[in-house]
């Protein structure tokens, strides 16, 4: 187990708080090379040569190539600013949480708020465990998943033998297509190219870990 930090848009951060985002999908980076093996199987090429077999997306051997484990504890990096005073802590506020809140008289554009890059551990207050990775195209995301990554707005839910369940509406990959590209289109992965990722699902824990 390692504690690694990971950035998080200020909408994703406050989905992360709200219990709606369980999911998020990172860009493999460079992309795997895709190769045609015997008897239609499917090769994929990492950085350092070694291969992995597509339809074992949870064996050790992808593990190792994901930038994180099941395991880890994530401190998750998000747009901020501090104040600070004379021998006093200093005082650190969140551009997510002016998401929470509606006054007339308060203006977050008033404040000099910095980038997630340069936000240390000390400042961090949201703190991830990983429970799972897995790699696959973008495009291939389910509608469920598209809920668990905080893109679907409402979900509609429907009565099922008694159970309430998830509707699947094809909207929901819509609405994560949207929310992906206004993230990684400028990095030069939208959408449409259908990028492979790492799939990393997690929960959110309290004190970073620390019982």
Known sequence: MKEKPIIFKPEMVKAIFEGVKTQTRRIINPQPEHYEGEGKRELFS??????????????????????????????????????NKPEVKPEYYYFADTLFVECEDYSPNEWTWK?????????????????????????????????????????HYMKWGGEKCLAIHKRYKKDY???????????????????WVWVIEFVKIENGGVK
């Not at 050790?60 to 994530?74: A, R, T, V």
């Open 46 to 83: 990492f950085k350092d040569g070694l291969f992995a077999l597509n339809f074992y997306p949870e064996t050790s051997l992808i593990i190792e190539h994901s930038p994180y484990k099941p395991g880890d504890i994530l401190w998750v990096r998000e747009k901020f600013c501090n104040v």
């Open 177 to 195: 297509a949207t929310l992906w590209d206004k993230i990684n289109a400028k990095r030069g992965y939208p959408w449409e190219s259908n990028p």
């Open 115 to 155: 980038s997630p890059r340069y936000m240390k551990r000390e400042a961090a207050r949201l703190f991830l465990e990983v429970k799972s990775i897995r790699f696959e195209r973008i495009q291939n995301i389910s509608p469920e998943d598209c809920v668990a990554e905080g893109a679907v707005e409402k979900p």
